[in-house]
């Protein structure tokens, strides 16, 4: 968590619940201001590592959290609390999965790299009265620089974490229907499989590539 005062990292000094031994001065600063719902949470004290601010946290669940903030609101939903800024729609999507196969490269009309890949993320889900396997595929695009060490460091298998936006496209299929494919658009690939021989692999980021132009984007 970072400082309340100046917004750089911190340092947790003590972390105390209702329950622990003594209870500690922690939770009766803070308690009052949330045991009057419940009684499970925690409660850090933290140091600003840069400017030493000294400050309290407390932690509590999602549901609790939205409880409270229907109470606290007189009965209004929680989403009228939240500042009309943070309301904005937001395209964001953060997967973590393996490679299908070995990433393909190529570039634009104008030189601009291109690489795509598909990743796969594993989930166990419910069906029927037995939990199995699930596995879906994503298609990756990735840009610039960030798409040459792609293709240089990533192989099929080789395990990534991927941030980027949803982009949805048209196209028509060898029979004239019209089709819908959609594709993660990376601004961040990072590389976590070992790297072999202890060579170490840069990580593929928005540091190393430009604001791609929507021109550019090949769909």
């Known amino acids: 968590m970072n400082c309340t005062k100046c917004g750089k990292g911190t340092k947790v000094l003590t972390t105390r619940h ?3 031994p003594g209870n500690g001065w922690e939770v009766s600063a803070v308690g009052p201001k949330i045991d009057w719902h419940t009684s499970i949470f925690v409660v850090r004290r933290r140091r600003c590592l840069s400017c030493g601010n000294t400050f309290f946290s407390a932690e509590i669940s999602s549901e609790d959290l939205v409880e409270m903030m229907w109470k606290a609101s007189a009965g209004k939903s929680p989403f009228d609390l939240i500042k009309p800024e943070w309301r904005s729609e937001v395209n964001k999507v953060i997967i973590t999965g393996n490679l299908g196969q070995k990433p393909e490269l190529r570039k634009s009309a104008s030189g601009l790299p291109i ?7 594993n989930e166990r889900v419910k069906k029927g009265d037995e939990w199995v396997d699930h596995t879906e595929w994503h298609r990756v695009t990735v840009f610039g620089k960030q798409a040459e060490s792609c293709e240089r460091f990533l192989d099929k298998g080789s395990k990534v974490a991927v941030e ?4 949805t496209s048209t196209y028509e299929d060898k029979d004239g229907n019209t089709r819908k494919s959609t594709e993660i658009i990376s601004d961040r690939v990072e590389f976590l499989t070992k790297p072999e021989n202890g060579v170490s692999r840069p990580q593929a ?10 021109e550019e984007i090949p769909f």
């Not at 690489?115 to 993320?121: G, K």
């Not at 980027?164 to 982009?167: A, F, H, I, N, T």
């Open 164 to 167: 980027g936006k949803l982009r």
């Open 18 to 20: 209702p329950h622990s």
């Open 115 to 121: 690489c795509n890949f598909s990743v796969a993320t």
């Open 205 to 214: 980021s928005s540091q190393q590539t430009a604001r791609i132009p929507d």
